[in-house]
């Protein structure tokens, strides 16, 4: 699908140069002389590099057309996560580089949304929040102001967020998965 090079956004997939790019940053220039245009810094999802490049506002480029599809996560091994669609209960692995650190969020018939280009995944993404649940951390301290003091707590994922002074080991909280920050508890 044809865009204006104006509509550019972060995130978005691009077909350019016969590869697919992901935009990591744009920035919209108007200069006083001349005509405006689009900064795009891009990295190629096959290659692992990136790109900075610049598009007229008059210009179009071609936006990745993606395929996503709901899986449940099954299980992992020592180098693909597998997925299974739950109405054909076909199964897809998908290697651990494109998942990243989302991996450690995986819980058992978790639904996450696939992204398929060609009939290849390219990237997951998990629901806004999750449950985990609170494997250690520090003791409160009295005193400390509770509006803005937070202590460090590990998941029984083995990720490590900031939590409230009021949480305790063994606590089930819900945690933002775009930002891996504490939301509430159980």
Request: a negative charge.
């Amino acid at each position: 699908m044809k865009i204006n090079a104006g509509e550019i956004r972060v995130g978005m997939l691009l077909e350019y140069k016969s590869d697919l790019w992901q935009v990591l940053k744009t920035q919209h220039v108007k200069p006083g002389k001349g005509g405006a245009f689009a900064q795009v810094e891009m990295k190629s999802l096959e290659k692992n590099t990136k790109l900075n490049e610049r598009f007229r506002s008059s210009e179009t480029v071609e936006k990745a057309s993606l395929e996503e599809t709901k899986f449940n996560y099954l299980y992992e091994d020592e180098n693909n996560y597998f997925f299974m669609e739950p109405k054909t209960f076909e199964q897809v692995e998908i290697k651990k580089e494109i998942v990243g650190e989302q991996g450690k969020l995986l819980t058992e018939n978790l639904e996450v949304t696939v992204s398929f280009y060609n009939e290849n995944p390219i990237s997951i993404e998990l629901p806004n929040q999750v449950k985990c649940k609170i494997e250690t951390t520090d003791v409160a301290l009295k005193g400390q102001t509770v509006s803005s003091s937070y202590k460090p707590a590990t998941l029984d994922n083995g990720l490590s967020i900031q939590v409230p002074p009021f949480i305790d080991s063994g606590d089930e909280v819900i945690v933002d998965t775009r930002t891996l920050e504490y939301i509430k508890k159980i």
